[in-house]
């Protein structure tokens, strides 16, 4: 009777715990196993995944705050939802202060990893891959933060998404570093954000390299502060597969860096090399859209510093052929539809203005010539994102 | 120190009515902190096949339902004695005092029989509501926590006749809360005065569990019901649906499309509204709703798919819900004839 009370009164009475590893191993049940300690988990735990493959029938979810997720590994510890039966992700985070680390998230169904609100969250060293290679049957986002207020997605590989392999939406102060985007319709994507800074990747193989968008009818719209520094966007050349509807079902093949719809977003000390269409793109949203709150076009975009290799040399937009050999066979490294202000270029590379007067209007109505910018050529450095202590610890 | 006594005094108490045979549902156990193991320890259920509700735990009823694989629900509210719900306002929720329960159990028949799989609790506690799912045995004599979910395979026939053979998903924890989330906290979101049946209304307020209602309250229709006008039908059956994810504080918020009954922005009902984040979700398509053209709007792309990352609702179906579908396709269809 004395042991039943005893432990009866564990049971009930949770005492608070000190910090924790769970550790889960591959094997049978892996699905229950590890979906139970990521819900029993309390906040400081970390769970811990063995080597090996970890076979999953069904999505994952995490929802306690400051838990770490961590691998063997993004080669040894992988999640394959292969056989995955139902959700809308392979993992879905919804907690403050996590850190996924070291381990690869294969063949899920819709999304790869997603957090949505979940801020201060950490992505390091993680992959996420559809293995089949580029499909429009894989899913859409491999690692995708929205709706979030610090992000750190750093270290990591992304291949196969139908959409974009990183994309961040809706959120703030943001860091994308020293990952890698392979064969996704959209290596890196920034959308409807404000403050990020992508820097130091490695982009190639996608439709296109890096997009930073801003689109309608969403809660958080009017992107802005966005830096493209230091990163090698090479050979984004795979035709789209990303499904029709799809915002990025438009992004032309071959388009290294694409500024839609934003405001003061630079793109500086990139090397960008073999990029069919041009190696940056900037331009307004072309779709008819009802939003009173809504600016489509370009704004105070800056670009710097960067090196351009070939480009232009296969153009992926109806006239671009046309455009091309008007230029002598390839469209020169920056492309600009002419629309919204204040576009400093000072690379010395031609840029070619499509001299478009409205948003929406047809490529085919280019008024094409070399763009000539008004005034200075100078621009403000945007502050330098500060991430809070926590996440870099998180790290060490 | 005197905390840590009072929580012991707390758990004893549950303990020692957990013991007696025919006890009244423990309010304690609703209460304390921690996840009991078993159904039963609640005290829910006079027997122990989970069907005859204990004294103050009553059945009501929904105007309009969530389709959940046609399975067959059982709906308990539980409010603590000599305490009340307040109606906030027509369209809000029931604000229930700590201590209540809302309880609903999942079931089909098979071979003739009535069988229960799950019963999900949603459990008010004063850190807040709490969500737990319980899977029933094979005997059908006890349910046991899943906090992990898990999936059960199940024959059986549905409304048209069809037999069915499906895997039927038992939501994890985090999964109860994707629905019964607003602004990251977890609510209860059948029980609303507009969606509650005249019946169950009358119910709760004699019982006094419900505070006296004032003002208006006019009902959400009943979807399946063809007398009442498409137009609310349609948008009924997407608040019941598809609103507790899809709303400005939901876990769809980023999405742009807010299907709440009250919603009267077009574009964010998703008429003309482009996709955001549905990936191969949008099946080749421009728009949520394309008014006239059901085959080519990605809300009845998505709610007739089976696949995984394409199919919505995320959770709780593995089958076409053929009357919902057909409803929403002939509702878009009108569209364009004005």
Not at chain 1, 136 to 152: K, Q, W
Not at chain 2, 1 to 28: E, H, K, N, Q
Request: net charge negative; with cysteine; glycine share 10%.
């Amino acid at each position: 009777m004395i042991r039943t009370l005893l432990a009866a009164t564990a049971l009930c009475c949770t005492m608070p715990a000190l910090a924790k590893t769970i550790a889960v191993e591959a094997g049978a049940d892996a699905q229950e196993r590890l979906q139970e300690a990521l819900i029993l988990a309390e906040p400081g735990d970390v769970v811990e995944l063995g080597a090996g493959r970890f076979e999953l029938t069904d999505g994952l979810s995490l929802d306690v705050d400051n838990v770490v997720v961590r691998g063997a590994g993004m080669d040894k510890s992988i999640l394959s939802f292969a056989g995955q039966l139902g959700a809308g992700e392979g993992l879905l985070v919804t907690s403050d202060d996590v850190v996924l680390r070291d381990f690869a998230v294969e063949d899920s169904k819709g999304d790869g990893i997603k957090s949505k609100g979940a801020d201060r969250i950490v992505y390091h060293a993680i992959r996420v891959e559809w293995t089949g290679g580029p499909k429009a049957s894989n899913g859409a986002y491999g690692i995708y933060p929205v709706e979030a207020s610090d992000v750190l997605v750093q270290d990591s590989v992304v291949r196969g998404a139908s959409d974009a392999g990183i994309y961040v939406g809706q959120s703030k102060n943001i860091i994308v570093r020293r990952n890698t985007a392979i064969e996704n319709v959209a290596g890196i994507e920034i959308e409807n954000s404000f403050d990020a800074e992508v820097t130091e990747n490695l982009v190639t193989g996608n439709t296109g390299g890096i997009l930073v968008f801003d689109l309608p009818n969403l809660p958080q719209m009017g992107g802005h502060n966005v830096l493209v520094a230091r990163n090698a966007i090479i050979d984004n050349n795979t035709d789209n597969f990303a499904p029709e509807g799809n915002i990025v079902a438009s992004v032309p093949a071959g388009t290294g860096v694409m500024v839609m719809a934003n405001r003061n977003v630079q793109v500086v000390e990139n090397a960008m090399i073999n990029n069919g269409t041009t190696n940056v793109m900037v331009v307004a949203y072309t779709q008819s859209f009802d939003d009173a709150n809504y600016d489509p076009t370009p704004r105070e975009v800056y670009i710097a510093g960067n090196v351009y290799g070939r480009a232009g040399f296969a153009p992926d937009f109806e006239g671009g052929k046309q455009l091309a050999a008007a230029f002598g066979g390839a469209l020169p490294g920056i492309v600009y539809d002419g629309l919204g202000r204040d576009l400093i270029v000072n690379d010395a590379v031609p840029v070619l203005s499509l001299g478009l007067t409205k948003v929406g209007q047809s490529p085919t109505e280019a008024q094409p010539s070399l763009y000539k910018q008004d005034g200075a050529g100078e621009t403000v450095a945007l502050s330098p994102i500060v991430l809070p202590a926590s996440m870099e610890a998180a790290l060490k | 120190m005197r905390t840590f006594f009072a929580a012991i005094a707390l758990c004893l108490i549950g303990f020692a009515v957990s013991a007696a045979p025919s006890r009244p549902v423990a309010d304690a156990v609703i209460i304390s902190a921690g996840m009991p193991k078993k159904l039963s320890d609640f005290g829910f259920f006079k027997d122990a096949a989970g069907w005859q509700p204990n004294a103050g735990v009553e059945l009501y009823q929904l105007n309009s339902a969530l389709f959940t694989d046609y399975a067959e629900k059982y709906r308990y509210i539980y409010v603590p004695a000599g305490q009340q719900a307040v109606a906030e306002n027509a369209n809000g929720l029931l604000k229930f005092p700590v201590g209540s329960a809302i309880i609903k159990s999942f079931g089909y028949q098979i071979d003739g029989k009535d069988r229960l799989l799950e019963t999900r609790v949603l459990l008010h506690r004063a850190d807040g509501w709490l969500a737990l799912p319980y899977v029933w045995n094979a005997d059908q004599t006890e349910a046991t926590l899943k906090v992990a979910g898990t999936r059960i395979p199940v024959r059986f026939t549905d409304p048209s006749g069809m037999v069915r053979d499906i895997s039927y998903a038992v939501p994890n924890k985090n999964q109860c809360k994707e629905c019964h989330s607003r602004d990251g906290a977890v609510v209860p979101i059948g029980p609303k005065v507009r969606n509650l049946s005249h019946d169950s209304l009358d119910m709760l307020l004699s019982n006094n569990m419900l505070q006296s209602l004032s003002g208006d309250h006019p009902p959400i229709p009943d979807y399946a019901d063809a007398a009442m006008p498409l137009q609310s039908r349609a948008r009924a059956y997407l608040d019941i649906n598809c609103a507790h994810c899809h709303n400005r504080q939901g876990s769809a918020s980023n999405s742009g499309l807010f299907l709440t009954y009250e919603e009267e922005s077009p574009v964010h009902i998703g008429v003309g509204k482009r996709p955001v984040a549905a990936g191969r979700g949008s099946g080749g398509f421009a728009f949520a709703i394309a008014p006239g053209a059901p085959d080519q709007s990605i809300l009845m792309h998505r709610l007739k798919s089976l696949e995984p990352g394409v199919a919505m609702p995320e959770v709780g179906r593995s089958l076409v819900h053929k009357e919902g579908a057909e409803l929403l396709s002939q509702w878009i269809a009108e569209m364009g004839k004005d």
